[in-house]
């Protein structure tokens, strides 16, 4: 029998049982891959710098639900999960981090910087805050053509101390231009906490300077980010101009694979996994009987055997050949007077 409040709960659901499992099925996905990325760096399958994603699931998540596949997607070099949602497979992705010619950027681009001009996913960008006036630029061309397309734009907390965020702000709002800032704020650049590292520490506050309607979102809610999103990405594709978006949610890992986070205790990191995003969706899911825990694990296992294909596939694919160094450095057919 159902409970007074159980019904109660159901009442408030303003998502369809489709929607929390695709989340699900997505989120999963993102924490399987990123899980076995980082054994296989541990087994030096995967070499050079590796950031995971794990814990900030729902940022993606709830962000892909709102956008149309040929929206722009620009991000930081913690990008895995990014591509993954803008529709790269897991085993372009996967093949990427092995440095192999199948990787979405033909193994030259590795964990920090893949790309997909068939997805609009402009990177992965090694370079701290340099994709935040490239995410205005996209924007730019989108509003010179008329296309009516978004470009969403993410950084790190770290990144919005760069002056390039200040310059991009002014302009996105000057020029009224379509696109979503994103700040991935999980407490910590690098190593270095939010509150040692700047004066402000609501950071969505920063965009009011340029009087962007910026806003501040749980970002380890799903519901909450796809919702913040909605209105982000309606308000720039109505031609009103850019949002600034401060998504709080947290790492579970840390920075990179070299780094040890001895910095924060066991209890802050415990606190957050109390409301791990994707534990969320399936309790969810579970007490509106929108799946079993039978149809749970068959995802699951779907999501384990996808993860386990693209490290197959990986393992398998050739290396680039040495000729590729001098191959998409230009766009030749734009400039034709190039000579190999």
């Known amino acids: 029998m159902e409970t007074t409040t159980s019904k109660a709960k159901k009442s408030k659901l303003k998502f369809s049982s489709e929607m929390y499992l695709k989340w699900y099925e997505e989120m999963q996905l993102m924490r399987r891959f990123e899980e076995r990325a980082g054994q296989l760096y541990g087994m030096q399958k995967i070499k050079g710098f590796c950031h995971l994603y794990i814990g900030q699931e729902a940022v993606v998540a709830g962000a892909i639900s709102v ?4 929206d722009n997607m620009i991000t930081a070099y ?8 803008k529709g790269i497979t897991a085993r372009e992705v ?13 193994g030259k681009g590795g964990s920090m910087h893949m790309f997909s001009k068939e997805k609009k996913f402009f990177g992965g ?3 701290v805050g340099g994709q935040i006036p490239l995410g205005a630029g996209l924007a730019f061309a989108d ?9 969403v734009c993410y950084m790190g907390d770290g990144a919005v101390r760069q002056g390039a965020l200040h310059e991009a702000f002014n302009m996105a709002m000057l020029w009224e231009l379509p696109v979503v800032f994103i700040v991935e704020n999980n407490a910590y650049a ?3 906490s939010v509150e040692r590292t700047s004066n402000v520490h609501e950071l969505y506050k920063l965009g009011l300077a340029y009087d962007m309607p910026s806003y501040p979102v749980d970002g380890m809610s799903v519901e909450a980010v796809h919702e913040a999103m909605t ?8 031609g009103k101009g850019p949002m600034f978006l401060e998504m709080n949610t947290y790492r579970y890992r840390g920075h990179s694979m070299s780094d040890p986070a001895k910095y924060r205790t066991k209890e802050e990191v415990e606190g957050y996994k109390a409301k791990d995003p994707i534990e969320m969706v399936k309790a969810t899911i579970i007490e509106n009987k929108f799946a079993t825990e ?9 999501i384990n055997d996808i993860v386990e294909d693209s490290v197959k596939f990986a393992e398998e694919s050739p290396y680039p050949d040495a000729s590729e160094l001098y191959k998409d450095v230009y766009d030749q057919s734009d400039y034709p007077y190039i000579i190999e």
């Open 231 to 238: 209105m982000a990405v309606d308000h720039a594709r109505a």
């Open 143 to 151: 509003k010179y053509n008329n296309t009516g397309l978004v470009t």
């Open 78 to 85: 913690r990008e895995h999960a990014h591509a993954l949602g």
């Open 294 to 302: 039978e149809q749970i694990e068959a995802i699951n296992a779907k």
């Open 94 to 106: 996967m093949a990427e981090l092995y440095g192999k010619i199948t990787g979405c950027s033909k």
């Open 67 to 70: 956008l149309k596949p040929e």
């Open 190 to 192: 690098m190593g270095t």
């Open 125 to 127: 960008h090694g370079i």
